[in-house]
């Protein structure tokens, strides 16, 4: 079984800036791509930013120069830096990761549960 656990989500002044966790746990065999959507009040759930196992980067272009996605594979966690939040950065976000679980054939998706990062004017 595998678990994606986030933190960092909070309330922030417009400017300010957050950073959010996400950690898997569980059997895991390997890891592929990890990254970040957000899903704000009444709107699609989007992509933030995501991070393939290669190491390259792809960012929503809303969020380009802002925020910035890592990655420590030792930890089998991922990172997201949030900058200069403005007030439409308000939504629940959400970490998925590309899972191979240990002992069980191919690559499956993994959600996070959520947090909520509020962005106030």
């Known amino acids: 079984q595998v678990q994606l656990v986030e933190s960092g989500g909070g309330l922030v002044q417009a400017g300010g800036s957050l950073r959010l966790s996400c950690a898997a746990s569980?059997?895991?065999?390997?890891?592929?791509?990890m990254g970040w959507n957000r899903q704000a009040p009444g709107k699609q759930r989007e992509l933030v930013a995501a991070m393939p196992s290669g190491g390259s980067t792809n960012y929503a272009d809303s969020v380009k120069g802002r925020f910035t996605i890592s990655r420590d594979n030792a930890k089998n966690t991922v990172y997201l830096q949030m900058n200069s939040l403005k007030p439409e950065d308000t939504a629940v976000y959400y970490c998925?990761?590309?899972?191979?679980?240990?002992?069980?054939?191919?690559?499956?998706?993994?959600w996070g549960q959520g947090t909520q990062v509020t962005v106030s004017s």
């Open positions: 569980g059997s895991i065999s390997s890891i592929n791509a």
């Open positions: 998925n990761a590309k899972i191979k679980v240990a002992g069980i054939a191919g690559v499956y998706d993994y």
